[in-house]
Each structure stands twice: as C-alpha cells, then as structure tokens.
C-alpha cells in the first residue's frame, strides 16, 4: 500500500465509510484513520456540540485539518460525508485513491433514521438526505478514483469490491 498511500472514504452518511474502513483496513493490513473521529478526539467534544456551539463552518475547517493530517499516513482514511463538498478537501484529494461508496436513498434512511450522532440528520433524515445527495454527489464523483455500491446485503460484501478494485488499480 506505500506505492499508493491513504485509501479514502467518502459517500453520503449512512454509506458504511466508517465501517468499511475498518474492515478494510484489517483485510489490507494497515490503520484506519476515521477523520470525524480525529476531530471528537481533537476538540474533546461531540460533532453534534461542535455544530451547535462553534457552528457548521467552524467544523469544516477542523475536518480539513484532520484529513490534511491523515493522508500523511498509509492507512485506510474514512472521511465525514460532508468533507468532500469543502474545495480545500477536494484539492488535497486530488492525486489519492479515493473510493466513493452509493448506496440508495431508501438504504440511507433505513441505515440512519435512528442514529441520533448526525446533527445535520436530525428533523427530517430523508428530505435531507435526498437534499445532500443533491449537494454532495457531483463532488463525490469528482474526486472518486473508484465507486463502489453499498446495498442491504453484507459490508463484506463492500469490503471484497473495494479490495478487488484496488488490486486491479
């Protein structure tokens, strides 16, 4: 993995980037970096209070920093479902392996509904989701080097495509 550096995860939340990213970090060998997990860890604080106390934009810049910081590593990163809309992310993607994991709409919902750690999910998880997949395809697709589908079916089953794709890569 050194010849190729960071492999990166983005896609909408709910898309499994962060559970992905450990599996595959196991399956590969290496660390998994969770980029909004950073932050928490960073600023000793929940992302939801970072939001409510510090603001959204606030939160990008801490996000940028801690994927600035993670592409350093060989390592599997998962990024925030929010980070590849920031156009200093996108530039320091620009030259990684960057997997962007679809999932369908109805998956989304389903897999986040419940979750009560996603502030910007919190009143209406599928107007907003249908919202930010809007938003947040188009630069999802341009920094993608790969895309992968993610379905109800096993994360394995994730795991083994993005693990594929990188050996024809």
């Given at each position: 993995m050194s010849a190729r550096g960071p492999v990166v995860l983005v896609g909408l939340p709910g898309a499994g980037k962060s559970k992905v990213g450990r599996l595959l970090a196991e399956r590969l060998g290496v660390s998994h970096i969770d980029t909004d997990a950073l932050v928490v860890e960073r600023e000793g604080r929940a992302i939801a209070d970072i939001f409510a106390t510090d603001g959204e934009e606030a939160f990008r810049v801490m996000e940028t920093e801690a994927v600035a910081d993670a592409l350093t590593h060989d390592t599997v990163v998962s990024l925030g479902g929010g980070a590849a809309a920031t156009p200093a992310v996108r530039d320091l993607l620009a030259g990684h392996t960057v997997v962007y994991i679809d999932a369908p709409h109805d998956e989304l919902?389903?897999?986040?509904?419940?979750?009560?750690?996603?502030?910007?999910?919190?009143?209406?998880?599928?107007?907003?989701?249908?919202?930010?997949?809007?938003?947040?395809?188009?630069?999802?697709?341009?920094?993608?080097?790969?895309?992968?589908?993610?379905?109800?079916?096993?994360?394995?089953?994730?795991v083994t495509a993005i693990a594929q794709e990188l050996e024809h890569s």
């Open positions: 919902v389903r897999r986040t509904a419940s979750k009560t750690h996603r502030p910007l999910l919190a009143q209406d998880p599928s107007g907003t989701l249908a919202r930010l997949r809007t938003e947040r395809e188009p630069h999802y697709r341009a920094v993608a080097t790969i895309v992968v589908q993610s379905g109800p079916g096993p994360v394995d089953d994730v």
